[in-house]
């Protein structure tokens, strides 16, 4: 019996098409994030923030952005310095001028990884 060349051909595009499809697909994995607050006083709040995935590995290839904003006042938010601290560690300092409460929401993202948006309030005081 002889299997014609079109039939083939079919099996080899089934089996390219299954292996590209294969090669392509990006599971995302949960990861956990950390936020310590290191210090905050009138004009200078530090964040140290960690991000490990659900083992306790850090990840350092992470994309952080912070942004903070003033619960009872329309403000222009503070300028953010994001530094990267190794093993997974980042550090964000904020520049806070005013005194009262502030919602600060740190998202973050990296490869391959899903990692929940955190939203902190924080009073500074004089």
């Given at each position: 019996?002889?299997?014609?060349?079109?039939?083939?051909?079919?099996?080899?595009?089934?089996?390219?098409?299954?292996?590209?499809?294969?090669?392509?697909?990006?599971?995302?994995?949960?990861?956990?994030?950390?936020?310590?607050?290191?210090?905050?006083?009138?004009?200078?709040?530090?964040?140290?923030?960690?991000?490990t995935d659900t083992e306790g590995t850090p990840l350092?290839?992470?994309?952080?952005?912070?942004?903070?904003?003033?619960?009872?006042?329309?403000?222009?938010?503070?300028?953010?310095?994001?530094?990267?601290?190794?093993?997974?560690?980042?550090?964000?300092?904020?520049?806070?001028?005013?005194?009262?409460?502030?919602?600060i929401q740190i998202s973050a993202s990296a490869q391959?990884?899903?990692?929940?948006?955190?939203?902190?309030?924080?009073?500074?005081?004089?």
């Amino acid at each position: 019996m002889r299997v014609r060349p079109l039939y083939w051909c079919i099996l080899l595009v089934c089996c390219l098409g299954t292996l590209l499809f294969a090669a392509r697909w990006q599971e995302y994995v949960p990861a956990q994030i950390h936020i310590e607050i290191e210090h905050t006083a009138l004009s200078l709040t530090t964040l140290v923030i960690h991000i490990t995935d659900t083992e306790g590995t850090p990840l350092d290839e992470t994309h952080i952005t912070v942004h903070a904003t003033m619960n009872d006042m329309a403000m222009l938010p503070p300028p953010i310095r994001i530094v990267p601290a190794g093993a997974g560690y980042y550090k964000a300092n904020l520049s806070l001028t005013m005194t009262g409460e502030w919602i600060i929401q740190i998202s973050a993202s990296a490869q391959n990884f899903t990692v929940p948006r955190q939203t902190l309030s924080l009073m500074v005081s004089a």
